[in-house]
């Protein structure tokens, strides 16, 4: 999908998708692609606007309600010079995906997690940005072959951490960011089961102590100030 600049905003008065606590197949999204009914797809120039301010300021972020993209079981996805803000919940979910590339896309105050990635193999996301107010930049949780390289990831007075790391994560590397102001260390890790992970490179800068919170991981080279 070439977007040539255009915005896609959510219209008002529209009845809940979703609930606190929905499994990811039964989430709707503004945009959505499920199982096998796409392969190889290409989101550019696009924006999103979730409209969480300006029509629905009473939702509670991040559960569930409103998501602006959920991809369900791809082989191939790739999203260059996008926008998504003013969000409900996550901007881009992926479960169950494969061969996924994010290069130049800002997240500006989504409800949930920027970029939230479950049982996927093959991503990268790099070159983005991401303003955080609830959740986190980007998560990776049973991710095998990942990369997370030269983002700035920084808050609106809210959220979590810039990478948060979870699950069984095999393979990935992480690189060159710039993690700025958040409440919680910029890289973290929750219960996550390390195998080749590298953290190396990075800048964090005024986080929660100690920066960087992974343990199993190699970490070398990083500036936290």
Not at 52 to 59: G, K, N
Not at 71 to 87: H, P, R, S, W
Not at 101 to 113: R, S, Y
Not at 177 to 206: F, H, Q, T, W
Request: aromatic share 8%; charged share 20%.
């Amino acid at each position: 999908m070439e977007g040539n600049g255009a915005i896609l905003k959510l219209a008002k008065g529209l009845p809940s998708w979703g609930y606190r606590g929905c499994p990811i197949r039964e989430e709707k999204a503004m945009l959505m692609v499920y199982k096998n009914s796409a392969s190889k797809v290409v989101l550019k120039n696009l924006t999103i606007d979730g409209s969480q301010s300006d029509y629905y300021p009473d939702v509670r972020l991040g559960t569930l309600l409103y998501n602006m993209a959920t991809l369900i079981g791809l082989d191939g996805f790739t999203v260059e010079n996008c926008t998504f803000k003013n969000g409900c919940n996550d901007a881009l979910l992926f479960s169950d995906c494969k061969n996924v590339t994010i290069d130049n896309l800002t997240v500006n105050k989504c409800g949930h997690d920027g970029v939230a990635t479950y049982y996927v193999e093959n991503i990268s996301v790099k070159n983005s940005t991401f303003i955080n107010r609830t959740n986190s930049s980007c998560r990776f949780y049973n991710v095998t072959k990942g990369e997370f390289l030269n983002n700035k990831c920084s808050t609106a007075g809210g959220g979590h951490t810039g990478l948060q790391l979870q699950g069984a994560l095999k393979d990935i590397l992480v690189s060159d960011n710039y993690i700025r102001g958040l409440p919680y260390p910029g890289i973290r890790a929750i219960e996550a089961k390390m195998s080749n992970v590298i953290i190396e490179d990075n800048i964090i800068e005024k986080c929660k102590s100690p920066g960087i919170y992974a343990p199993g991981a190699t970490i070398r080279n990083n500036t936290i100030r």
